[in-house]
Each structure stands twice: as structure tokens, then as C-alpha cells.
């Protein structure tokens, strides 16, 4: 398979050395997480990797030092974010529904992007039934249109730590969201997609399955599951979602949440409140961080 990317692991930063967002791979082994690194105080050291787009980057002999980690892409780079349903098998069957044939799809819209370690904002009207949604994000490299599931992961440039920023009420109260369940206005509010730590290749991923996923709220974990528990994996979304419409490059795939949403918990559902802390951590990608934080 030919590689999409000239780099296995990638970050957005501010450089400690002039100030400017650059783009860098980190130099530390796969398996340390950067976020933990930069919350202890350490300084991570990156290679920097030169180039106007986080696809397109290509490695330097130039070495850095990370001041601010950002998330790896900038709204810019991403034409728009699709995103999946319910996905995973052990959250449908507690859910009480039946294994769906195909996918159950919405969009977000670029300016949903936000980084990792950046508050979220909560508008006014969202501030009551405001939820997380840890989540695979899949960064297409290659534009995609009619792609077979054998030739899905030659489109995949990586995989990046998603949260689905999500308002229950506003997406599924009749009073608010109409009679008809409605994804898009509840779900898409600026910054309701934060990303982070670093996309990490397909070359050391491949269809990334077999990943534990993980989310907590002010570490109390809310979701602990594995990528291996998802109905549609990689590649079927790869193939099902470019069936006629053209994935473009940067573009990306949330591939669906497993159980322990705040708004599934009994007896009573938690909703996030100012100030809370939510973590999503996937093995081999690394933790993504963000504050809740009401306007
Ligand atoms: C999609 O691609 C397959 C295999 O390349 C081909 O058989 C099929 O006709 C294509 N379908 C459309 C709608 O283009
Ligand atoms: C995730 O699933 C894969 C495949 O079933 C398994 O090999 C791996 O041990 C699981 N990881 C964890 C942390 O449970």
C-alpha cells in the first residue's frame, strides 16, 4: 500500500522557538502519550515537518520544542466532517435496537473543528442537555468516490482522537428538535469537534481496529470500549460513504460512540456543566482534553 503521509505521527503546535503553529512528528516513543508529557511539564521535542497542510507535510532536519499543543488540523484543511450513529455493537444492543443493514449518517461543518486542550464553548440555548461522545475519527488522504472495502485503507491517511460534542435536547426532544430526531442543529455548534492529540498513520495503524477507547469526565470513566465492537469498521465506511459522493481529501469520518453517553446513565443522565473536564483516549492515538465551558 502506498503511504499517503511522509510522516507516521503528526502534531500542530506552537513552536518554542519563533512562536508560529508548525507542524511536527514528536520525538518520543509511540507509546508515550504527548498529552501526558505537556501536563506534566515536560518539553516535547518534535521534528518539524514543513509544508502548508498537515497531509502534505514533509519532514525537515530542523528539531523543536513544543510550547502549545493545538489539535493536528486547522478548520481550513477539513472540507467537512461526516459523522456515524449509533456504531457500536454493545451500545446498539443495550440501546434495545436491532443491527441496522447501513450506517445512520450526519455532517458537521468545518467551523466544529476546535484543538485539543481548548475550552468548548456552550451557547446559552445548549447549556442543559450538553454531552460527549468519544469517538475514531478517520482523516481521508485521497479524494474518494465509489471505493471497494479492499481498497478503503489507500484512501485512509490516519486516525485522529475525536469527541462529538452533542445538545440531547435540541437532538431529540420534540418541543425543540421537531417530531423527527434531528443531528445536525444539536451537534454543530462552533467547536463541537475538537481533535487531538496527533493523527496517527495508517502506516502504523491500519484499519484501526483491535483499539481500547476510552472517555472520562473529571476522571470518572463514562466509556471504556474497543474499536473491535464497531458494526461498521474502516474500511465498510470508506466504501459505504463514497458510494456516489466524493470523500475529499481532509476530509473526515467520526465513526460512532460507544456506551456510557451522560445521557444514557440511570438512574438519573449526567449532563456536562461549566467546567468540566472530558478526556478521550485511544490506544495508539493518544488523549484528547477539553473544558466545557457555558458563554
Ligand atoms: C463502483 O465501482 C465498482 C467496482 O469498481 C463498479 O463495479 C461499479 O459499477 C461502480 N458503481 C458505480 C455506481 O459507479
Ligand atoms: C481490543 O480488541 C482486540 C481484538 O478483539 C483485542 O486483541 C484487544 O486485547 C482489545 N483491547 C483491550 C484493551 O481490551
Redo the contacts with the bound molecule.
Sequence with gaps: MASLTHWNRLVRYVSAKNGQVRYGEPIIDSTTDIDQQIAAGAAVKVRVLKGSSALTAVPTDEEDTIQQLLGPLSPAEVPIVRCTGLNYKSHIAESGFDFPEYPTLFLKPNQAIADTREAIPIPKLAQSHCDYEGELTIVIGKDAK?V?EADALDYVAGYVVGNDISCRDWQLDKAKAGMIQQWCFSKSFDKYAPLGPAIVSTKVLGDASGLRLKTYVNDELRQDSNTSDLLFGVRKLVSFLS??QTLEKGSLIMSGTPGGVGAAMKPTPQFLTNGDEVVVEIEGIGTLRNVIRFE
Design positions: 465509489n471497494s458510494t456516489g
